[in-house]
């Protein structure tokens, strides 16, 4: 059988191109993690979820000014409720009011959650209103045995009407933390 030079490389070409997409669709299948969560159902924490989710919390090894920080096991696990605090408490919706303070009450203090839990007894705006945070960087102000304070450098998006363009703004929250029961918890946060 013949073929022309003009079909002889469209057949080439379709069977270079049919595998690249082969080869592409393999590595996407391996490569893809599906999420945890694929109802869009809020998941409910509680001590021990939130207690094994801080040991794979990931931390970056740099201080704020980019320089690489030597990490012990007890100072990574304090940075972890760190940052995993300042994300959930500094995301908020007026569509779930106060989901944040419940969300936290795992890496809190008693005291504090009694603190924070007197916010939630107030009322909720009418108008929309949403922010959500990202940890970006956390410096540890001081540190002992039992407790630890750290600055933890967030990007907040902030829409105050829904469809409306996020605006984006950095802000700084102060971490105050104490071990107790070999456990790290939040006893107190000041944003700046």
């Known amino acids: 059988m013949y073929f022309s030079r003009r079909n002889l490389i469209i057949i080439i070409s379709s069977l270079v191109v049919l595998g690249i997409i082969a080869v592409l669709l393999i590595w996407f299948k391996n490569n893809i993690s599906q999420p945890a969560n694929q109802n869009n159902q ?3 924490l509680n001590d021990s979820t939130v207690n094994s989710n801080i040991k794979n919390i990931n931390v970056p090894l740099t201080n704020d000014s980019g320089e690489l920080a030597q990490v012990t096991d007890d100072q990574s696990q304090f940075q972890g409720v760190a940052r995993l605090f300042a994300e959930l408490y500094g995301s908020y919706s007026t569509d779930n009011p106060f989901a944040n303070i419940k969300s936290v009450a795992a890496l809190t203090t008693p005291n504090f959650q009694n603190k924070l839990n007197s916010s ?5 705006s009418a108008q ?3 922010v959500s945070s990202r940890a970006l960087s956390l410096l540890v102000v001081s540190q002992s045995a ?3 304070k750290v600055i933890v450098s967030t990007q907040r998006q902030e829409v105050k009407e829904r469809g409306a363009t996020p605006s984006v703004l950095y802000q700084k929250v102060t971490v105050d933390l ?9 006893d107190g946060a000041v944003w700046e």
């Open 42 to 44: 809020p998941t409910s």
């Open 120 to 124: 939630v007894n107030s009322k909720a």
């Open 128 to 130: 929309f209103y949403a």
């Open 146 to 148: 039992n407790q630890a």
């Open 178 to 186: 104490i071990k107790t029961n070999n456990s790290w918890l939040v």
